[in-house]
Nanobody, 124 residues
């Protein structure tokens, strides 16, 4: 499974961005897909996740109400709509996928497949 993330860029505080992560390779099935982010000097942190089958979503408290994760099964793609962006959202955003049933969709260690990362920079 290969994951290709895109959509990052430089925006101003209050702006919106949408990130995409397309999965390819063997017939893609996933238990969950997620978005994580990492800022300089910080550990990678959970942002949002979605269970592929039922569509149940999970969010970090810091993005709840501003970010929305969705998936398009036909395109094997997950999206992260980011609204009202803040300077503290600046980070490299990574998408992740896990085909097997996992205990916690918010733990980065549970995911076996990762995209290359896309940089989001929010200026004040």
């Amino acid at each position: 499974v290969q994951l290709q993330a895109s959509g990052g860029g430089l925006v101003q505080a209050g702006d919106s961005l949408i990130l995409s992560c397309a999965a390819s390779g063997r017939t893609f099935t996933s238990y969950a897909m997620g978005w994580f982010r990492q800022s300089p000097g910080k550990e990678r942190e959970f942002v949002a996740a979605i269970r592929w089958s039922g569509g149940h979503t999970y969010y970090a408290d810091s993005v709840k109400g501003r970010f929305t994760i969705t998936r398009d099964k036909a395109k094997s793609t997950v999206y992260l709509q980011m609204n009202n962006l803040k300077p503290e959202d600046t980070a490299v955003y990574y998408c992740a996928a896990e085909p097997r049933v996992i205990t916690s969709v918010i733990m980065s260690a549970e995911y076996d497949f990762w995209g290359q990362g896309t940089l989001v920079t929010v200026s004040s």
